[in-house]
T-cell receptor
Framework: AQSVTQLGSHVSVSEGALVLLRCNYS??????LFWYVQYPNQGLQLLLK??????LVKGINGFEAEFKKSETSFHLTKPSAHMSDAAEYFC??????????FGAGTRLTVKP | DTGVSQDPRHKITKRGQNVTFRCDPI?????LYWYRQTLGQGPEFLTY????????KSRLLSDRFSAERPKGSFSTLEIQRTEQGDSAMYLC?????????????FGQGTRLTVV
């Protein structure tokens, strides 16, 4: 069964610094992978998705993620953090075009 | 149609009462999902529908939980004899099914508090 592990429940960066949120997946077949963001009292919003096309995926708000099969990873990055990026980020995997399974989430704090 | 709609947004109920939540998906989406999210955790899959058929249920979905999607449009999630452990955010999502994966769009959730 598919699963994801997000390393680091909390990440804190300074405004303008690199953001790196880690996600490792487990899947018996080539997976679909996703990053979602959740702002307080809001639903989940899709940042980007990997569906076996390009391994480097660009998303909204300047985020991107790279699929690395050899490392079973799908880490999320952004070159320069903005205060508005403070939120909870969830990595998710789907291996059978049905449901998605989410990681426990990483709370990103951006310091001025 | 601006997105997935959930009603109510908040529900406070006494332990032992029954509650029902409603989800209206994006109109052309044939797949509908229910997730539960507790504080500090990611969404946990509960169940999903393709049209009116309930195709998968998590073991998290005890016999006190039932979900329906009678006409393949809106869905309801009922919890009978609520327990304090049922307190959580219940999220609904919808997507287009088919050979190419379409991402799920989420509603804002229903926050349940059992007192």
């Amino acid at each position: 069964a598919q699963s994801v592990t997000q390393l680091g429940s909390h990440v804190s960066v300074s405004e303008g610094a690199l953001v790196l949120l880690r996600c490792n997946y487990s899947s018996s077949v080539p997976p679909y992978l996703f990053w979602y963001v959740q702002y307080p009292n809001q639903g989940l919003q899709l940042l980007l998705k990997y569906t076996s096309a390009a391994t480097l995926v660009k998303g909204i708000n300047g985020f991107e993620a790279e699929f690395k099969k050899s490392e079973t990873s799908f880490h999320l990055t952004k070159p320069s953090a903005h205060m508005s990026d403070a939120a909870e980020y969830f990595c998710a995997v789907s291996e059978d075009n049905n449901d998605m399974r989410f990681g426990a989430g990483t709370r990103l704090t951006v310091k001025p | 149609d601006t997105g997935v709609s959930q009603d109510p947004r908040h529900k406070i109920t006494k332990r032992g009462q029954n509650v029902t939540f409603r989800c209206d998906p994006i109109s052309e989406h044939n797949r509908l999902y229910w997730y539960r999210q507790t504080l500090g955790q990611g969404p946990e899959f509960l169940t999903y529908f393709q049209n009116e058929a309930q195709l998968e249920k998590s073991r998290l979905l005890s016999d006190r939980f039932s979900a329906e999607r009678p006409k393949g449009s809106f869905s309801t999630l009922e919890i009978q004899r609520t327990e304090q452990g049922d307190s959580a955010m219940y999220l609904c999502a919808s997507s287009l099914g088919g050979s190419a994966f379409r991402e799920a769009f989420f509603g804002q959730g229903t926050r349940l508090t059992v007192v």
